[in-house]
């Protein structure tokens, strides 16, 4: 199965779950990742912000926060097709995009250098049992992780039913150190 056919049918899969199941996996997502030791540790945490069915990241943001952690977000210039990393201040920055995310805008926007990165939470269509995944085709993130630290994490979070054995790799794919699901914690 190529990449499009496997991302359209897992993104069925996720779009169609029910709210309480949804609900209760980002719940144990959640309570899995902060108590990651790679978490506890870090003072700089770079994620997405949740959008349709994603796991939801906005209370991870908002704990980030209140323990007083450096949050950054992507901010996506679709325009020359690149993603800068902002730092957050406060979750009531976060606006609609054109695109109909959730981002900063304005004078709300702080860029900030990759290299600051202790821990990036990253999203995904489908996951493998090697690290690699499917994002949503615009490469934005397989473009940022090689300019993280060697040291930084780089920590999937999705359904178990996201995780397959293998996808289709191609050669600017960048792996994933582990990725945390309902179900599991998955190292590579």
């Known amino acids: 199965m190529d990449k499009k056919e496997l991302r359209k049918n897992i993104l069925k899969m996720r779009d169609s779950m029910d ?3 949804r609900f209760s ?3 144990t997502v959640l309570l899995k990742l902060l108590a990651l030791k790679e978490y506890r540790d870090a003072n700089t945490i770079f994620t997405f912000v949740s959008y349709r069915s994603e796991v939801d990241t906005k209370q991870l943001i908002s704990e980030s926060l209140r323990r007083g952690k450096r949050v950054l977000v992507p901010v996506v210039d679709n325009d020359k097709k690149e993603m800068i990393l902002s730092e957050l201040k406060s979750a009531e920055e976060l606006q ?3 695109m109909g995310i959730l981002e ?3 004078e709300n926007i702080r860029p900030v ?3 600051i990165v202790d821990i990036c939470i990253t999203p995904g269509a489908v996951f493998d049992r ?3 995944r499917i994002g949503y085709g615009g490469g934005f993130y397989d473009k940022m992780m090689p300019r993280f630290r060697s040291d930084a994490k780089k920590i999937g979070v999705g359904y178990d039913f996201q995780l397959v054995d293998e996808v289709p790799k191609e050669e600017h794919d960048q792996k994933i ?3 945390i699901t309902d179900k599991e914690i998955y190292k590579f």
């Open 19 to 21: 709210e309480a199941d």
């Open 177 to 179: 150190d582990m990725l």
């Open 113 to 115: 250098e990759p290299k």
């Open 130 to 132: 090697r690290g690699y």
């Open 104 to 106: 900063p805008s304005g």
């Open 25 to 27: 996996a980002d719940e």
């Open 96 to 98: 609609t995009s054109d």
